[in-house]
């Protein structure tokens, strides 16, 4: 296993004085032995914000790389072997520096982390939201936009996909995991996983600065040696949508829902300016097919109970990987689908994303909650892990 590793921070403005007794360095902890990985400064082709031999001061600094090279690589691939094996591992990033004739040190624990797709295997930069619900029901993990899952590594000898899902406060753990067929993954949107009782801890102590959620995406060969993975890391949310109904008519969709009656949920609120979206699919035999979706602007209050929201086609996106090309002609064939096949829709916002299945009627479906999961809230990265390439089995 090999790869680089990148350090991304954001320093605070304070005097770290930078110079050739400075050292810069990853340290962990396994079974008891502390373990450490140095950063060397970059001396050819450097980015302007990147640690160089030249850096001076700290607060002028960003970007901190280890490159994976012949006098490093057992340390690295040491690291990725712990890694892989605890994705919580305490990993640190720590500068030791002389001031004054004293050594000081600076330590920040990482607590985000990601993998690179440098392979292409996604086919955009936030592939997945990444989600983490405490939910009674299944949790659940969705592609954007309520889209069908896009990971192509199949040509480079990828045939199964590995999902692991972990969810944790300073106290409880949750940790769901499935491997699926790589064509089987792709012709689904997300994934879904048990509840059991640390899922129900975390829900009922839920703190939403604390809860965090960890995703990990693995493409396996035959053999099942990792080829490729990436990770995201955020803050698990509470699913509050607990109830949905799809009204179809001619010239509008339309959905009402219902929230969970929790402090936590009624402190929501989503303004008009917030991307929110709507997704419709349909499942026969055994393969889902996208109808499209539509983005909404409507205020969502969740203190308000009841509500109900509703789509023109003017709020169609349009894409040519749906079953049809046009709003109206999607909005016929759900009207046919309802009859023939399962019909579904994802509900994403800045909160939460629940995917719903229906038992339907002709002229309207009602749907019950699959799954919910968390908000995409973007954050600041600390550590990227740049390429994982032929790792050993787990």
């Not at 403005?13 to 400075?22: A, K, Q, R």
Request: hydrophobic share 35%.
């Amino acid at each position: 296993m090999n790869g680089d590793i990148q350090i991304n921070v954001r320093p605070r403005t304070c005097v770290v004085p930078l110079n050739s007794d400075s050292e810069v360095f990853i340290e962990y902890q396994v079974n008891g032995s502390v373990e450490q990985i140095p950063f060397q400064p970059c001396t050819n082709d450097c980015d302007p914000d990147e640690y160089t031999d030249v850096s001076t001061s700290y607060d002028q600094i960003y970007i901190y790389n280890i490159l994976y090279s012949n006098s490093n690589q057992d340390v690295i691939s040491k690291f990725y072997s712990n890694f892989i094996n605890d994705r919580r591992i305490p990993i640190y990033f720590v500068i030791k520096y002389r001031i004054n004739g004293m050594i000081s040190t600076i330590t920040q624990r990482i607590y985000y982390y990601y993998a690179v797709d440098t392979l292409g295997c996604t086919v955009d930069d936030n592939y997945f939201f990444l989600c983490g619900t405490l939910n009674d029901h299944e949790l659940y993990m969705q592609y954007r936009y309520s889209s069908l899952n896009k990971l192509n590594c199949d040509t480079l000898g990828a045939t199964k996909v590995k999902i692991d899902i972990y969810i944790y406060d300073k106290l409880t753990s949750y940790r769901g995991n499935q491997i699926l067929p790589l064509d089987e993954f792709n012709n689904n949107i997300g994934a879904t996983f048990n509840t059991n009782k640390e899922l129900t801890l975390l829900r009922n102590n839920f703190n939403e600065y604390v809860t965090t959620a960890t995703i990990v995406v693995s493409y396996l060969d035959d053999s099942d040696n990792i080829i490729w993975e990436t990770i995201q890391v955020d803050r698990a949310y509470i699913g509050c949508i607990s109830k949905a109904t799809m009204h179809l008519y001619s010239n509008q969709t339309c959905i009402s829902y219902q929230f969970d009656n929790n402090q936590i949920c009624s402190s929501y609120y989503l303004g008009e300016q917030d991307f929110n979206s709507l997704g419709i699919f349909y499942q026969e035999k055994g393969v889902t097919h996208l109808l499209g979706y539509y983005l909404f602007h409507q205020a969502i209050n969740y203190s308000i109970s009841d509500q109900t929201m509703c789509f023109v086609c003017d709020d169609f996106v349009d894409s040519d990987t749906y079953a049809k090309k046009s709003c109206e002609e999607n909005q016929f064939l759900t009207k046919q689908k309802l009859k023939t096949a399962t019909v579904g829709f994802g509900i994403i916002s800045n909160y939460e994303s629940i995917l719903l299945k229906t038992v339907v009627s002709e002229y309207y479906g009602v749907f019950t909650p699959l799954i919910a999961v968390c908000g995409a809230v973007f954050i600041i990265v600390l550590i990227i892990v740049l390429s994982f390439l032929k790792f050993i089995n787990n």
